[in-house]
Structures are given as structure tokens and as C-alpha cells.
């Protein structure tokens, strides 16, 4: 790259060209940037901001889907009403002979309660006693598991817990368990673990009838009851009993269905079906969802004639709920690129860059070079590239776009006016193309225009860091300056948050141009305040090699650089560059050093044994080739590689001239 400037600079021609190319890339490249949002066009989503204005092209037709699904639930609301019973009610077989089954279990139940017979009086194996059989059947849950569970019984037998809560002997409780065998042991704990199930659901139902059950069936006579029960319970399910149907719906039916009963008859049958009875009527949810299906289908979708011309949505504006179906029926949530947009703004950047360059050439303010150009477009480039994304992304969080990075780096490469320029064409196209409003981007115009006047005074890298700082608490006090004069209603976190991002763009600014500027210097060979801080400094190894190899030279050079110094100061030049670019003016005199007054020291002149006023004018003026050869060997900046030919001016070596005419003769000497 830096080859190819070097020779474009040297041609006239190519440098033309190359300016152009330069140009016309990077307007380009910086047109694709700034309309991001024209070529990549966010989805349309319901009651969010849209990007974009949307016309339609052409007349259509489309489903107003809002009022075809009302109509839809009015008629599915209108079938479900209109439904026939016995269309979606069906008999559940499973349930009526669970419920018979469930009416025989409580009957035995009662039965046996009434007549105090107990799961534990007939004995479940021959060796264990109706007591201890009776002491298993009643223990916890846990304790039985135990025993389960237990290999060893005399372990067991050392558990308190195990035995709390009865009379019996610990002793003779394990001597019972203990003449069964292993398989007798198994089987007969399996009986015991169904007795257990068969007790605890019988205190359930027991529990549910309640204490004035059999109050009242001891006035009734229950094995007539047992009979009649059965017959009711027959009766009411044939009818159907229906999910959600009231017990006393079902007790009034047993009324009507049954007179004859009498009131302790009808009240002892009604707590036994209670709990041994449950619906077996069941509603057929697959046919009503056919039913509602065919009356859904029966609805035609309500259409709605759109003309050529409407605006579906509109930039900057929420999306409506009616006009995002529109744009959903016509396909049209994913905005195409906008490439009368883009070109507008190709036409409107390459204007201003023309009437800019017009200005330069007309004013003749300044004459840049190849490499300032070329960084006169990377750096917004490389910047706008950078913010890109985040539009991409969310154009809210536009507030951590580091434009100040623009100003920051065209200020260290000398180009102050360019950086002011550049960042207001950013910021404008921020505002025109990203839907940035002028509050907005505010902050950081007044940031990017405030690090021009900081960084033209920086002398030290680290001063890029801390002009981050100071740049973010400029932003931030703009941006909290917009918020007091522009947002009349506003909540305080909201604020700090987006106070927070230009704070951060501002800080990430002065990090990304420290991290960016060594390469630029490298790549381009363009001069910072830095580089010539850097250059200034005795130990650089060319100054070294010239105080030691030429020291009149060297003194000479600092004495020069002191008084043009001055002399800049007086005329309001570039004096840091003057200084710096005369301490390595006459760094060709390193290749004869003893040939240059200076450098003698009292000793012979040289010129004198070599006596060749044409060899010694040819030592003299070959300083300059020398001296830039050196320097670029040296990797010096072009702009201090200029003073080595321009500071000898175009005349002749008059001294060794006269010698060669008096030695030679004015005809022989050029």
C-alpha cells in the first residue's frame, strides 16, 4: 500500500487517478454504511416503530382476518347453544360398573361395622394369632415398611418405635414372626398389606357417612335397605348422572323416583350412594369440536378492497393492529431494499465531497496528500462500519456509536477542519437514514466537535484515554441538557441508562483510536504529535548515529531547528514539525561527514588534499540523495523526509564553481 502511494505520488498522473479511485471507493463504501437501514429493512412487527413508509402498489384484495374470526365465534358460540343433549352425551359402560362394584365394597363395609366384625378376626396364617395379626394390620406406615424391609427380626426387635402403642410382648411378637418361613413369611405379609389397604379405605368411607349414618340406620332395617339401594342406584344411572350434577339434584330425583321410601329410608340410601356413586353420563367433547368445526366452515372470510396508493405503514410510526394484517395477507412484513434512498444519498455525498474539494482548490487552504486522503475516508468508513450493526440491532442503543472516533484521529493526523466536516456529515446522515432524531445525536456532535479542541492540544498517547472521559461527561451533560428541554414526561432510570451509553461511546472512543493510531502511523507514514514527540527524542538511533558520526552536524542541526523554531512561533507555523523535521535535514552528511566544515574540528580540510572542486561538489550535493535514502531506510515520515531536498534551495555550489573555473576554465565546467 504504501509503495503504491509512494508511486502514485511521484506521478502526476497516477496520483490523479488514484485520488479519484480513492474517492470514489470510499464515497461508496460510506453511502453502503449510512443507509444500513435503506438496504437492510428490519421485519414489520405489530405495534413496534416501522422503518420504512409502505405503499400499496396496486389494488387488492385481502382478509379482513379480525372480523371473519368474530363472526367465526359468534356462529361456534351459536352451535354450542343449539347443541341437542343427546348428541354429545354418552353413557360411560366403565363408570356404572365401577359404581356397583364401589356400592357392594360399602354394603360390606357397613355390614360389618354394624354386626362388629373386623379384618383381623378370622386369623390369615395358622401360626400367628388374631392379637398379633390385629398389632400389624394397626401400625404406622413407616413401621410396617420396616418390617418389610427388615432381613434380620431380632434387630427389629431392639426398635422401640416399632412397638409403641400396644400390650403385647415384644418377645412374643418376634417368636410368632419367626416360625414362618421365608415364602410363608412373604405371603402372609402381602395379606397383611392388603388388609391394611382394605382398613384404611373403610375408615374412609366410614369417616364420609359420618356418626349420624348409623343413627339413623338403626332405625331402618338395613338388609331391606342394602336391597333397595341396589334398585335406586340401577335407576338413577339409567337416567344418567351427569358431571357436575348437585347431590341435591340426585337426592331430589331419588324423591320423585322412589315416594314410597321413608324419610330414615330415604336418608340412609342417600349417604351410601353419596359415596359409592359418580357420574356416568360423559360429554363427547370430540363431537361438540365437529359441530363447532362445521359452523366455523360455513363462514365465508369477510374481504376488504384496498386501492392503489394506501399507506399500510409509516415511517417512524407504530404499526397497527388492522395494517399488519393487511401487510401479513399481502406478504409484505418484509420491507424490500430501498435503492431510491440509497441513491439519494450516494448523489447527496458525493455533492458535498465535490463542493468540499472545490472549496480547497478555489481557497487553496491546503494541499493534502495521497495518504491523508485515503484517511480522510477510512476512518468515517471504518466507523460507520462500527455503527452499522448497532442499527442494525436496535436503533435506541445509537447512542453508543462512537463518532467521536472521527474527530480523535483526523485531529491527531493534522486534519482538524476535516474531522469538524466529517463528523457533521455523519451525524446528518445518523439523523436522515437511521431515524435518529436531532436530540438524539446531538450529544455526540457536541462530543466529536468538543475532542477536536481537546485533542489538538494532546502531546501524549495517554492524553487519547483521558480524552475519552472528558468527551463522555460532555455527552452526557448534553444529552441530560436535551432531556430537560426537549421530553416533557421521562422516568429517571430510563435516562441514566441512555446517559450511560453516551458515556460509554464517548470512553470507547479515545480506547479505539489508542488501539487504531500505531498502525495507522505505520501503514500510512502520516505524522501525529506523537510520532514527532517520538522523533524528537535524542536516543533515536539516527539521531545517536549522527551526533557520533557527524557531531558538527548534529549541533549544527539542533541549532537550526532552535531558530527556525522561533521563527515558526513568529509566523504562526507548524513549529513542532519545523524542529523535528530540522533535526534530520542534514542527515546525508553521514556518508563523507569529514568532508563538511563543520565536522572538521581543526583538522585538514579534506577538499584541500583531494583537490577536485568537481569531486567535491559532487560530495557536497550528494548529501541530499544520501540523506534520503537514509531516511527511508529508516522508515521516516514523508513529511520529514521533504526537508532533507527542500531546505538546499537551486543554486549553484558557488565556492567549488570558482575553483573549477580557475582550475579548469569556465568553458569546461558546467
Known amino acids: ?8 505520488a511521484q506521478n502526476r498522473f497516477l496520483k490523479n487517478i488514484a485520488t479519484i479511485l480513492i474517492i470514489l471507493l470510499g464515497t461508496c463504501l460510506l453511502t453502503s454504511l449510512v443507509s444500513v437501514r435503506s438496504w437492510y429493512k428490519p421485519t414489520i412487527k405489530l405495534n413496534e416503530v416501522s422503518p420504512v413508509d409502505i405503499f400499496l402498489d396496486k389494488d387488492a384484495t385481502v382478509e379482513d382476518t379480525e372480523s371473519t374470526n368474530a363472526e367465526k365465534e359468534k356462529v361456534r358460540l351459536l352451535a354450542v347453544q343449539n347443541i341437542n343433549n343427546k348428541e354429545i352425551f354418552e353413557v360411560d359402560n366403565d363408570a356404572q360398573s365401577k359404581n356397583l362394584e364401589n356400592l357392594k365394597f360399602v354394603i360390606r363395609i357397613v355390614r360389618n361395622n354394624l354386626n362388629s366384625k373386623t379384618y383381623y378376626s378370622d386369623p390369615v396364617n395358622s401360626k400367628i ?47 410368632e414372626l419367626s416360625l414362618l418361613s421365608p415364602i410363608e413369611f412373604k405371603y402372609f405379609l402381602e395379606s397383611i398389606k392388603s388388609l391394611r389397604a382394605q382398613k384404611q ?77 359418580q357420574p356416568n353420563i360423559v360429554i363427547n367433547w370430540k363431537k361438540i369440536k365437529e359441530l363447532e368445526n362445521d359452523a366455523i366452515e360455513s363462514i365465508k372470510p369477510v374481504k376488504i378492497e384496498l386501492q392503489k396508493g394506501s399507506l399500510l405503514a409509516e415511517k417512524g410510526k407504530l404499526v397497527n393492529k388492522q395494517n399488519y394484517v393487511y401487510l401479513k395477507e399481502l406478504d409484505m412484513l418484509h420491507p424490500a431494499t430501498d435503492w431510491k434512498e440509497i441513491s439519494n444519498n450516494f448523489y447527496l455525498i458525493t455533492l458535498i465531497i465535490m463542493l468540499i474539494s472545490l472549496f480547497l482548490i478555489i481557497t487553496k487552504l491546503k494541499r493534502y496528500t495521497m495518504q491523508q486522503i485515503l484517511m480522510m475516508f477510512f476512518v468515517p468508513v471504518t466507523v460507520s462500519a462500527l455503527i452499522a450493526p448497532i442499527a442494525i440491532w436496535d436503533v435506541d442503543k445509537l447512542a453508543l456509536a462512537p463518532v467521536a472516533t472521527i474527530s480523535i484521529l483526523l485531529t491527531v493526523f493534522y486534519m482538524p477542519t476535516m474531522a469538524k466536516v466529517t463528523v457533521c456529515l455523519i451525524c446528518f446522515f445518523l439523523a436522515k437514514t437511521v431515524d435518529m432524531n436531532f436530540w438524539q445525536i446531538l450529544p455526540q456532535l457536541v462530543g466529536a466537535l468538543y475532542a477536536v479542541n481537546i485533542v489538538r492540544k494532546a502531546h501524549q498517547r495517554e492524553d487519547l484515554a483521558n480524552a475519552g472521559t472528558k468527551i463522555a461527561i460532555c455527552q452526557i451533560i448534553t444529552f441530560l441538557i436535551t432531556v430537560i428541554v426537549a421530553v416533557d414526561d421521562f422516568e429517571v432510570m430510563t435516562v441514566l441508562f441512555f446517559a450511560a451509553l453516551y458515556g460509554v461511546s464517548a470512553i470507547a472512543s479515545g480506547f479505539i483510536s489508542l488501539a487504531a493510531l500505531p498502525y495507522l502511523e505505520v501503514s500510512l507514514k502520516l505524522l501525529t504529535p506523537f510520532k514527532l514527540a517520538e522523533l524528537s527524542n535524542p536516543n533515536q538511533p539516527l539521531l545517536k548515529r549522527l551526533k557520533e558520526e557527524a557531531p558538527g552536524t548534529y549541533q549544527h542541526s539542533l541549532n537550526v531547528s532552535r531558530l527556525s523554531e522561533e521563527a515558526g512561533n513568529a509566523l504562526n507555523l507548524h513549529t513542532e514539525l519545523i524542529r523535528v523535521g530540522l533535526l534530520y535535514h542534514d542527515i546525508g552528511k553521514m556518508h563523507a561527514p569529514d568532508y563538511f566544515i563543520e565536522n572538521t574540528l581543526g583538522k585538514p580540510n579534506p577538499h584541500t588534499t583531494l583537490d577536485d572542486p568537481l569531486e567535491s561538489a559532487k560530495i557536497i550535493i550528494d548529501h541530499i540523495p544520501e540523506g534520503i535514502k537514509l531516511a527511508r531506510k529508516y522508515n ?18 558557488n565556492y567549488f564553481y570558482i575553483k573549477a573555473i580557475e582550475k579548469h576554465g569556465e568553458k569546461h565546467v558546467d
Open 1 to 8: 500500500m504504501q509503495k503504491l502511494l509512494e508511486l502514485a
Open 129 to 175: 394369632s388374631v392379637e398379633v395379626q390385629k398389632f400389624l394390620i394397626d401400625i404406622k406406615e413407616g413401621n410396617f415398611n420396616s418390617l418389610l424391609l427388615s432381613d434380620d427380626l431380632e434387630k427389629l426387635a431392639e426398635n422401640e418405635e416399632f412397638f409403641e402403642k400396644t400390650e403385647l410382648s415384644h418377645g412374643l411378637i418376634i417368636e
Open 201 to 277: 379405605k373403610s375408615d374412609e368411607i366410614i369417616q364420609r357417612l359420618g356418626k349420624g349414618f348409623f343413627n339413623d340406620a338403626s332405625k331402618v332395617d338395613m338388609e331391606n335397605i342394602f336391597m333397595k339401594t341396589y334398585s335406586v342406584q340401577k335407576k338413577l344411572t339409567d337416567l344418567g348422572i351427569v358431571r357436575g350434577m348437585s347431590r341435591q339434584k340426585i337426592h331430589e330425583n331419588i324423591k320423585i323416583l322412589f315416594p314410597d321410601l321413608s324419610l330414615e329410608q330415604r336418608l340412609v340410601i342417600q349417604k351410601l350412594l353419596d359415596v359409592s356413586t
Open 636 to 653: 521516516l515520515p514523508q513529511a520529514i523526509v521533504d526537508f532533507i531536498p527542500m531546505h538546499q534551495g537551486t543554486t549553484i555550489t
